[in-house]
């Protein structure tokens, strides 16, 4: 059996791996984990101290699902433009179907991410408790990863046709993402650990053990903006039909 992969997912794929810009990204990326990774070391190696293991494993996977959300969102509204990646308004005048282009963008923010969080399993790894029961809990910590990286992608490519402005669109962008990890820090119990880091705390941790219902607001996010993307492409065909 062959398994097809969405003609624009291929395409941005193609344009990412081919663009110098991508590769200083992921440098910059692994370079700022890394640098992380190596203050929090044993002590010999200059562990920081007053810190176990598990808090510094949680602080490094927190501050990676910063950085991953903020790279797959910021190429997805543009913020970070790729060489010959086509954006909604492009593929508009394409005979792709209005679905095949949202789903393909969504493909897209979903592999970019995957391998983002692929990137950095040395780095846990060096960090990660030697209990083997360590391994369950990481894998469930870098799926919620994924997966609360990709609803902001699929607003952000929404986005780029909705709001022509780079100013204004960049300020939405930036609005959103310091909502999402900032305003809902601030609310009350339970709906606290909708806050992206506590999910992924408790992914780790495994308690309390309701936390993957926290997941569906963000994947009905994610549904709604690949939705909005296919309307988009459709009305924009419409209004150019003669």
């Known amino acids: 059996m062959t398994i097809q992969l969405n003609p624009v997912t291929r395409g941005d794929l193609r344009s990412r791996l081919a663009s110098p810009k991508i590769l200083w990204v992921l440098r910059?990326?692994?370079?700022?984990?890394?640098?992380?990774?190596?203050?929090s070391l044993p002590p010999e190696s200059g562990r920081l101290p007053g810190l176990v293991?598990?808090?510094?494993?949680?602080?490094?996977l927190l501050f990676q699902l910063g950085w991953v959300a903020y790279l797959t969102s910021a190429l997805a509204v543009g913020e970070i433009a790729v060489e010959g990646e086509k954006q909604i308004l492009d593929l508009a005048v394409t005979s792709f179907?209005?679905?095949t282009i949202a789903l393909g963008k969504l493909w897209t923010a979903a592999l970019f991410a995957a391998a983002l969080v692929a990137a950095a399993v040395p780095l846990v790894a060096l960090l990660a408790p030697p209990e083997v029961g360590a391994i369950?809990?990481?894998?469930?910590?870098l799926l919620a990863m994924?997966?609360?990286?990709?609803?902001?992608?699929?607003?952000?490519?929404?986005?780029?046709?909705a709001i022509p402005s780079d100013l204004l669109r960049t300020m939405v962008h930036w609005s959103l993402f310091l909502g999402l990890f900032a305003a809902t820090r601030w609310l009350v119990d339970p709906l606290v650990l909708l806050n992206p880091l506590r999910i992924v705390a408790a992914a780790y941790r495994g308690t309390p053990p309701a936390w993957p219902l926290a997941l569906l607001p963000y994947l009905a996010i994610a549904a709604a903006g690949t939705a909005l993307?296919?309307?988009?492409?459709?009305?924009?065909?419409?209004?150019g039909a003669p």
């Open 28 to 39: 910059l990326y692994v370079a700022v984990l890394g640098l992380l990774a190596v203050f």
């Open 53 to 60: 293991e598990t808090e510094l494993l949680q602080l490094f």
């Open 97 to 99: 179907p209005p679905r």
């Open 136 to 141: 369950p809990a990481l894998l469930r910590a």
């Open 146 to 161: 994924v997966l609360l990286a990709v609803p902001l992608a699929a607003v952000g490519t929404w986005l780029t046709a």
């Open 229 to 239: 993307t296919g309307r988009l492409v459709f009305a924009v065909r419409r209004e």
